[in-house]
């Protein structure tokens, strides 16, 4: 079945950096785009970026922006999410989801299909 597994979160002082990873599998990687959301703790769910089938990014939030960046290999089922200069409204946990309809929204999430557990980024000194 269709499976993705994030790994990567943790504990990082403000400035850091951190790399996630989102495993995928169940499915052929390279024929979706995939997106990374987060959720902060009273807040809605997010989007961070997305990244297509040749791993351009699509969307990225403008709180990101100069920050983060996504990657992928699909020959290894993965996508990254690497961050840099984290800050502690970064603070979040961190999901892939692949988008299943063409007009999916990378803003929210509305029509990605399946999505990780989530792992757990705080910022924090």
């Known amino acids: 079945q269709v499976q993705f597994v994030e790994s990567g979160g943790g504990l990082v002082q403000p400035g850091g950096s951190l790399r996630l990873s989102c495993a995928a599998s169940?499915?052929?990687?390279?024929?979706?785009?995939i997106g990374w959301f987060r959720r902060a703790p009273g807040k809605e769910r997010e989007g961070v970026l997305s990244?297509?089938?040749?791993?351009?990014?699509?969307y990225i939030a403008d709180s990101v922006k100069g920050r983060f960046t996504g990657s992928r290999d699909n020959a290894k089922n993965t996508v990254y999410l690497q961050m840099t200069s984290l800050n502690p409204e970064d603070t979040a946990v961190y999901y892939c989801?692949?988008?299943?309809?063409?007009?999916?929204?990378?803003?929210?999430?509305?029509?990605?299909?399946?999505w990780g557990q989530g792992t757990q980024v705080t910022v924090s000194s």
């Open positions: 989801a692949r988008q299943w309809l063409h007009w999916a929204d990378s803003r929210t999430g509305s029509g990605y299909d399946y």
């Open positions: 169940g499915f052929t990687l390279d024929s979706y785009t």
């Open positions: 990244i297509n089938r040749s791993g351009g990014t699509t």
